[in-house]
């Protein structure tokens, strides 16, 4: 990683991030625990992430030749792009009548996704990959990139509906502008799940890519992009100024979203706790499979016994042997 980048980005924890100098693209690689949701940490980080970007943008002054131009958001879990809310969280909030953090909460989620879906307000390109399931917030999150790529084996939808609810942080909004009011409300009322294939013949999804090529299916992305960059960038302006997605209207939605939560029965809290306990499950099953410990080709982690020293690092430092004492960067040490 370049050194500046990797000084401004080393502290996150839930969020790996890597700088592609050849593609001039900052990757953030989805990773929170114990579960594959927006943890607050998660949250944090990724704005974080966002503010930072924009202050390296605002210190260089002139970004005719800016080594960042694409914001590529994928995840280092395998299976799963993001399950969505924290939905743990949600059920204490609401079983405590608690209006101001649930508000918080989602009012955090509508600033990322706002921010994502305007490109930052800078010229650049938001991507987002998904390689497995990407399901309420997580399908919200993906929507918000100006460019959404995804695996054939992908799977995105909104359940929020099986516990009464709806995804209230930006699917509508995002959707409606893409596919219609109708097949939004379709969409999101029905709590169906569709493939990658479904969702790309719909519009939504801007590109396929086969399992275990979508990394690749986003550098060849860039590639072409690149050549039009100008003039892409261009219409990117074009339709935020045509179509804009106003984050007004985000921030009113989402007051409509905690107030319905508030609603929820015990019923409904049961179900959404019976998800929480699947989610857990699952992810024990994956921490424990020799998979996780090599997620993708771009994880940070030595996962591999085979290392050789001297190597040198992203900061352009050599390393003679693994200074690490914890090897699980979301852990202290």
């Given at each position: 990683m370049n050194s500046e980048f990797y000084k401004i980005f080393k502290d996150c924890r839930e969020i790996a991030v890597r700088y592609d100098a050849e593609s001039r693209a900052i990757w953030c690689y989805y990773n929170p625990s114990p579960r594959p949701c927006?943890?607050?940490?998660?949250?944090?980080?990724?704005?974080?992430?966002?503010?930072?970007?924009?202050?390296?943008?605002?210190?260089?002054?002139?970004?005719?030749?800016?080594?960042?131009?694409?914001?590529?958001?994928?995840?280092?879990?395998?299976?799963?792009?993001?399950?969505?809310?924290?939905?743990?969280?949600?059920?204490?909030?609401?079983?405590?009548?608690?209006?101001?953090?649930?508000?918080?909460?989602?009012?955090?989620c509508v600033k990322i996704c706002y921010l994502n879906a305007?490109?930052?307000?800078?010229?650049?390109?938001?991507?987002?990959?998904?390689?497995?399931?990407?399901?309420?917030?997580?399908?919200?999150?993906?929507?918000?990139?100006?460019?959404?790529?995804?695996?054939?084996?992908?799977?995105?939808?909104?359940?929020?509906?099986?516990?009464?609810?709806?995804?209230?942080?930006?699917?509508?909004?995002?959707?409606?502008?893409?596919v219609g009011m109708s097949t939004a409300e379709n969409m999101i009322s029905s709590g169906k799940i569709y493939s990658a294939l479904e969702l790309y013949e719909k519009g939504i999804v801007s590109g396929l890519a086969e399992p275990g090529q979508g990394y690749e299916s986003v550098r060849a992305f860039i590639r072409q992009h690149q050549r039009s960059g100008n003039g892409l960038r261009a219409l990117q302006q074009v339709r935020h100024r045509y179509n804009p997605v106003d984050y007004q209207e985000l921030v009113d939605i989402v007051q409509i979203w905690v107030d319905a939560a508030l609603r929820l029965k015990n019923k409904d809290l049961r179900m959404m706790e019976r998800l929480v306990t699947a989610?857990?499950?699952?992810?024990?099953?994956?921490?424990?499979?020799?998979?996780?410990?090599?997620?993708?080709?771009?994880?940070?982690?030595?996962?591999?016994?085979?290392?050789?020293?001297?190597?040198?690092?992203?900061?352009?430092?050599?390393?003679?042997?693994?200074?690490?004492?914890?090897?699980?960067?979301?852990?202290?040490?």
């Open positions: 927006f943890s607050l940490t998660v949250l944090d980080e990724a704005r974080q992430i966002q503010r930072r970007i924009v202050d390296y943008f605002n210190s260089r002054g002139d970004d005719t030749d800016s080594p960042v131009r694409y914001l590529v958001t994928a995840s280092q879990v395998p299976g799963v792009f993001n399950l969505g809310g924290d939905l743990r969280l949600f059920v204490n909030l609401i079983k405590a009548k608690n209006h101001s953090k649930l508000l918080d909460y989602a009012e955090r305007v490109n930052l307000n800078l010229p650049i390109t938001t991507i987002s990959l998904v390689e497995g399931m990407a399901l309420g917030g997580g399908f919200e999150s993906a929507l918000s990139s100006s460019v959404l790529l995804a695996t054939e084996n992908a799977e995105m939808g909104f359940p929020e509906i099986r516990f009464n609810l709806f995804p209230g942080m930006g699917a509508y909004s995002l959707l409606a502008r893409i989610q857990e499950a699952k992810a024990v099953q994956q921490k424990s499979s020799a998979e996780s410990l090599l997620r993708t080709t771009q994880d940070r982690r030595f996962a591999a016994d085979d290392i050789s020293f001297p190597l040198t690092d992203w900061a352009g430092d050599e390393v003679t042997s693994d200074r690490r004492e914890n090897h699980d960067r979301r852990l202290p040490g």
